[in-house]
Nanobody, 123 residues
Framework: QVHVVESGGGLVQAGGSLRLSCAAS????????MGWYRQATGKERELVATITSSGNTNYQDSVKDRFTISRDNAKNTVYLQMNRLKPEDTAVYYC?????????????????WGQGTLVTVSS
């Protein structure tokens, strides 16, 4: 019913930049928070950044001065601008959205995850 699809990953040298995008589609009534998480090989998935529908943001300390999360509510899309990338940023980046759907008269909230996009930062 609802899908999120990430794009924009790839290979970049240390110090470079990438911009990730994530678009939600389907029978969406409203989207609350959207966010980016990442999982490096052999590690647990961790929060990178989140943004509420009103634009309030939250970042992991290690990316605060380098990454910027933003969203376009009209397009149901969230972005992650990543600057001054480091090898330790290498991971699969996942998009997450808290989506409200209307089923008859009932409003339900779903947590939807994308398939992930690989970001590789070479030293």
């Amino acid at each position: 019913q609802v899908h999120v699809v990430e794009s924009g990953g790839g290979l970049v040298q240390a110090g470079g930049s990438l911009r990730l995008s994530c678009a939600a589609s389907g029978s969406i009534f409203n989207i609350n928070a959207m966010g980016w998480y990442r999982q490096a090989t052999g590690k647990e998935r961790e929060l990178v950044a989140t943004i509420t529908s009103s634009g309030n943001t939250n970042y992991q300390d290690s990316v605060k001065d380098r990454f910027t999360i933003s969203r376009d509510n009209a397009k149901n899309t969230v972005y992650l601008q990543m600057n001054r990338l480091k090898p330790e940023d290498t991971a699969v980046y996942y998009c997450n959205a808290e989506v409200e759907i209307l089923q008859g008269d009932i409003l339900r909230t779903l947590e939807v995850w994308g398939q992930g996009t690989l970001v590789t930062v070479s030293s």
